[in-house]
C-alpha cells in the first residue's frame, strides 16, 4: 500500500512538473510603435512624418492643432516592407 502512495505521488509531481512547462506564457507579439508612441500607421511612408495631433489650442476662434514633432518612424519594420517577392509574369 505504501509503494502504491509512493508512486502514485511521484506521479502527481510529473504530472505538475511537465504540465508546468508546457503551459508557459507565450511571448507578447511585437507592435509597430514608434519612440514617439505612435503606431506605425500614423506615420506617412513617403515623407516619414507622423501625422498624429498632440495639441490644441485656440487662436482667433480657430482651433489649431499641433502635429506630432516625430519626422520618421524608428521602431520595428514589418516583414512586408523588408522582402518583397517578385511577381511572375507570363513571357509568351
Same mark, same amino acid.
Given at each position: &500500500? ?7 505521488? *511521484? ?10 512547462? =508546457? ?6 507579439? #511585437? ?6 508612441? $505612435?503606431?506605425?500607421?500614423? $506615420? ?17 476662434? #480657430?482651433?489649431?492643432?499641433? *502635429? ?10 514589418? =516583414?512586408?516592407? &523588408?522582402?518583397? =517577392? ?7
Amino acid at each position: &500500500m505504501i509503494e502504491l502512495i509512493i508512486a502514485s505521488s *511521484g506521479w502527481l509531481v510529473a504530472g505538475i512538473v511537465i504540465g508546468a512547462r =508546457l503551459w508557459r506564457r507565450k511571448p507578447k507579439p #511585437v507592435k509597430a510603435i514608434c519612440d514617439c508612441g $505612435h503606431a506605425l500607421a500614423n $506615420h506617412d511612408p513617403k515623407s516619414n512624418k507622423c501625422n498624429v495631433s498632440v495639441d490644441s489650442y485656440w487662436q482667433d476662434g #480657430v482651433k489649431t492643432f499641433v *502635429g506630432c514633432a516625430c519626422r520618421q518612424y524608428v521602431g520595428p519594420q514589418p =516583414l512586408a516592407s &523588408m522582402f518583397e =517577392l517578385p511577381i511572375a509574369t507570363d513571357k509568351d
